[in-house]
């Protein structure tokens, strides 16, 4: 099935290409699944009302190269056939976004709405991931039959409410890897023992005049 992508966001490959390429991926193969995937998010929005964001230079740079920033934090666990669950994923960003561009990756989304379940799901579908799921689920009742490597989130709440809604789906070991605006000092000294920040990235996403930060938070053992 192919998806129409409109002339509109079409016009946004070049720019989507360049930040690709600029975040170290092959902007040339990855551009099309991900105007598709923007494609069928404004489809959906119009009746579904899944993003804020529907302007498409916009689209491309706060949904998919914001998503995309994070990639090499998971780019070992994808070539190790690794898990990662999306919590609160809404729209599937970054799940979607991972999905596309390591579909070896294990992507668990999870997602109390109904409406944004049912487009991820679609989305799945038609990119052809196979990989990737998404479930109606609240964060803190739902029971993996196999724990994560990692959990991620972006923009759903601060680290100690991440940790406190999401550790019971790690493996030991496995890490949040936490997107964040500004150094989240504040939420850092709130941590629950025994988990700590063990590393803080900047993270530089093309075209994006803000501040970005990838934080690894993980129990600390002994």
Do not use: C
Not at 34 to 61: D, F
Not at 184 to 194: Q, R, T
Not at 197 to 211: G, I, N, T, W
Request: no cysteine; hydrophobic share 50%.
């Amino acid at each position: 099935m192919t998806i129409e992508i409109p002339s509109a966001l079409s016009a946004q490959r070049e720019p989507l290409i360049s930040g690709l390429n600029t975040l170290g991926l092959d902007g040339d193969r990855l551009s099309e699944p991900l105007l598709q995937y923007l494609a069928l998010m404004l489809k959906w929005n119009a009746t579904y009302n899944l993003t804020a964001i529907t302007e498409p230079y916009e689209m491309v740079v706060k949904h998919v190269l914001d998503s995309a920033a994070m990639h090499a934090s998971v780019r070992d666990l994808a070539a190790q056939g690794g898990s990662i669950a999306d919590l609160g994923a809404g729209a599937g960003l970054p799940g979607i976004v991972l999905s596309v561009i390591y579909p070896e990756l294990h992507v668990t989304m999870l997602e109390s709405a109904g409406k944004k379940v049912r487009f991820m799901r679609e989305a799945i579908r038609q990119l052809g991931l196979p990989h990737a799921r998404a479930e109606h689920v609240r964060i803190e009742a739902y029971r993996p039959e196999v724990l994560f490597d990692a959990i991620t989130a972006r923009a759903l709440a601060t680290l100690p409410e991440l940790i406190r809604l999401g550790a019971h789906l790690l493996k030991p070991g496995g890490e949040l890897l936490a997107m964040k605006a500004v150094f989240p000092a504040e939420e850092i000294a709130n941590l629950p023992a025994p988990w700590q920040v063990v590393a803080d990235q900047e993270l530089v996403v093309p075209f994006l005049q803000a501040q970005r930060r990838l934080m690894r938070v993980a129990a600390s053992h002994g």
